[in-house]
Nanobody
């Protein structure tokens, strides 16, 4: 089994920065791509960014392009999300996800999920 654990969430003022981390353990050989999703209250879970294990193919939601950066290290099993210029609308629970195939923006395609970490942006 594969386990994902997110950390780094918190309260930040608009315009500030946060770094989220996602540590994978267990059957990490099952990972080919990893991604960040987020879900605000009353809204559907939405794609934020994804990255292949090799780190050579990153994709971003239009809403975060130029502000967020996804990266991986530790042999591709630790995922990060550097979030800059945070906006009120970035407030959500952020989830790390992984799958044993190419990355996709559809949350339904991901097999493994973390428990989520809350990010709250205040004015």
């Amino acid at each position: 089994q594969l386990r994902l654990v997110e950390s780094g969430g918190g309260l930040v003022q608009a315009g500030g920065s946060l770094i989220l981390s996602c540590a994978a353990s267990g059957r990490t050989s099952n990972i080919y791509s990893m991604a960040w999703f987020r879900q605000a209250p009353g809204k559907e879970r939405e794609f934020v960014a994804s990255l292949t294990r090799s780190g050579d193919n990153a994709n971003y939601a239009d809403s975060v392009k130029g502000r967020f950066t996804i990266s991986r290290d530790n042999g591709g099993i630790t995922l990060y999300l550097q979030m800059n210029s945070l906006k009120l609308e970035d407030t959500a629970v952020y989830y790390c996800a992984a799958r044993p195939a190419y990355s996709t923006k559809s949350y339904k395609a991901y097999v493994y999920w973390g428990q989520g970490t809350q990010v709250t942006v205040s004015s």
